[in-house]
């Protein structure tokens, strides 16, 4: 029955996973920039929500109804500014544009709320509280955070399939050169994709820090690397392989703390190596996503 | 060394619609194109002809914008357009139909056509009328576009062309990696195209189909203006000249030049 239950806590955790991951796969996937600052600026999102809470004592959920939006909007001008910037030079001045915002994001948050850790969200309901089916213990909060990956990646799929906007983020994703000679800024697309990474990423940043507890840190440390295990074994490109991956990232590290506490990061990433070695497309590969 | 040919006759229809003046662009410390002018004017079909590497193609892409010049100008309606950029360029009415076709590989042969439709201006192209003129696309528009043969894409990427409504349709080697049939196939409907009031400026590897459609020709070598002229007015020697450069082409008893691959 143990088995069962870390079988089951991983497939949920991989919700969570997918929240990380979709905006990481989305940025790659349409303007080739791999944001390495991705991890912190769910970390950002969920300080952000701390201070909205602290500071407007309006109830936990509605932080989500702020954050996201500003979170969204935050990534729409990055991307029109630092990182467009970077990217009229070169693919690889985005790598070392995102790596600078991540130190940077790290150090500022260090510097304005300590290396403490925060949770947001103790004491409520939805996040301390579970049913149990038989012997298993299932959280509240680990059953809405699938739904709602599940609910937000319906509706990216359905954005960018039938969509204007959607099918612009596509054609630009192909060949935004034939997209400019159809009238289409390309710039202002790319900006639209990143609001949808950064609005789905904070998503999971909040989450996180309902599940878990926050740090300045926790953005490269846990975040980016779990997303980008979950793109990898999911697959390059692949909006649902991002869930796939979450949850067979999220089944390994469970079944690896089963076997020993210790090992639940380890076994995480002995199946991403795994998948890299034996099937480096991904378990679903390319041309799954639309 | 320009060799105009016959005069500078131009269709006497006003104010020209697209004006070239004293283009130079460089492909790094390569002059790609060396002061070219020119000017195309309302409903003509204006043929850029030339060889590899002629700047054929540079000069198309630098009028849509993709380029930019390093002097020189480009005017469309009589206002200077240089600096503009494509996508603005393109809802002014400056399309350009792309060498190789660039369909979106992921998006099907209808989402292809919606974005083209999506900035577009008003004007009597839609969708249906695209579906009207070529049937097979209405039944195949569900398809992805990477799964048309050639031909078919080069259709479908006019067709993503025509629906944003232009003004001046701009043509990069429709006839690429083509077999001859279907090159003759799309010629063929230049006619129709045109009969909506459009005016084209096209790049054209193939001299005699050249020939066959346009109004005018212009003549490039290695970035350099060799000839200017109406088909009827130039001779298969001069263009012969102008096309690879030889001196003394325009000397008699030369072969007629019945056009290149």
């Known amino acids: 029955m143990a088995w069962v239950n870390a079988i089951i806590q991983g497939v949920l955790v991989g919700g969570l996973y997918a929240l990380f991951a979709c905006g990481l796969s989305l940025m790659f996937g349409v303007m080739k920039v791999v944001n390495l600052a991705h991890g912190d600026l769910a970390v950002v999102a969920g300080y952000v929500a701390i201070g909205v809470i602290t500071v407007t004592h309006v109830p936990v959920l509605w932080s989500f109804v702020i954050v996201v939006p500003l979170m969204a909007v935050l990534g729409y001008v990055l991307q029109r ?71 937000v990646l319906l509706g990216l799929q359905y954005f960018l399939s039938a969509s204007r906007y959607g099918r612009l983020i596509r054609a630009v994703a192909d060949d935004k050169e034939a997209a400019q000679l159809a009238g289409a800024d390309y710039r202002h697309v790319f900006g639209i994709a990143a609001a949808i990474a950064f609005g789905t990423v904070a998503l999971g940043g909040i989450a996180y820090g309902m599940y878990s507890q926050l740090q300045p840190t926790t953005g490269t440390d846990t975040i980016l690397l779990f997303a980008f295990a979950a793109v990898v074994i999911g697959g390059l490109g692949s909006l649902w392989g991002t869930l796939l991956g979450g949850v067979v990232l999220g089944v390994a590290q469970q079944i690896g703390a089963q076997i020993s506490i210790s090992d639940e990061t380890l076994a995480g990433f002995i199946v991403f190596l795994a998948v890299l070695v034996l099937r480096p497309q991904g378990l679903i590969s390319r041309g799954a996503q639309s | 060394m320009e060799r105009r040919a016959g005069g500078g006759e131009r269709p006497d229809r006003g104010t020209p619609l697209l004006e070239v003046h004293d283009l130079v662009v460089h492909h790094g410390q390569l002059r790609a194109l060396d002061a070219i002018s020119l000017q195309v004017f309302p409903g003509e079909v204006y043929a850029i002809i030339g060889a590899n590497g002629a700047g054929k193609s540079t000069l198309l892409r630098t009028i849509a914008g993709l380029h930019s010049p390093t002097t020189g100008s480009v005017l469309f309606d009589g206002k200077d357009v240089t600096r503009v950029r494509p996508e603005r360029r393109a809802t002014r009415g400056i399309v350009m ?14 989402e292809n056509l919606k974005v083209g439709a999506t900035y577009s201006r008003p004007g009597p192209w839609t969708i249906e009328r695209v579906y009207e003129m070529f049937g097979w696309m209405r039944e195949r528009r569900n398809q992805p576009s990477a799964q048309l043969s050639g031909g078919e894409q080069q259709t479908v990427a006019i067709g993503r062309a025509l629906v944003a409504n232009p003004r001046v349709l701009l043509l990069d080697e429709l006839s690429l990696g083509l077999a001859p049939v279907v090159v003759q196939r799309i010629y063929g409907m230049l006619p129709q195209i045109m009969a909506t009031g459009l005016t084209v400026l096209l790049v054209e590897q193939d001299v005699s189909q050249a020939l066959r459609v346009a109004s005018r020709i212009h003549c490039l070598l290695e970035g350099r203006t060799t000839l200017v002229g109406t088909p009827a007015s130039i001779s298969a020697d001069q263009v012969e000249a102008a096309y690879f450069g030889l001196a003394g082409a325009t000397a008699p008893g030369a072969a007629p030049e019945e056009g290149e691959a």
Request: no cysteine; net charge negative; glycine share 10%.
């Open chain 1, 81 to 151: 500014t630092i990182l467009q910037g970077a990217l009229d030079r070169s693919v690889l001045a985005t790598l070392m544009v995102t790596f600078g915002l991540s130190v940077v994001i790290e150090n500022g948050l260090l510097q304005f709320f300590t290396a403490n850790s925060r949770a947001i969200g103790t004491g409520l309901s939805l996040v301390s509280g579970s049913f149990s089916i038989g012997s298993i213990q299932i959280g509240y909060l680990l059953v809405t955070v699938f739904a709602v990956a599940v609910i």
């Open chain 2, 97 to 110: 139909v792309p060498e190789g076709r660039r369909l979106f590989e992921s998006l099907s042969v209808e």
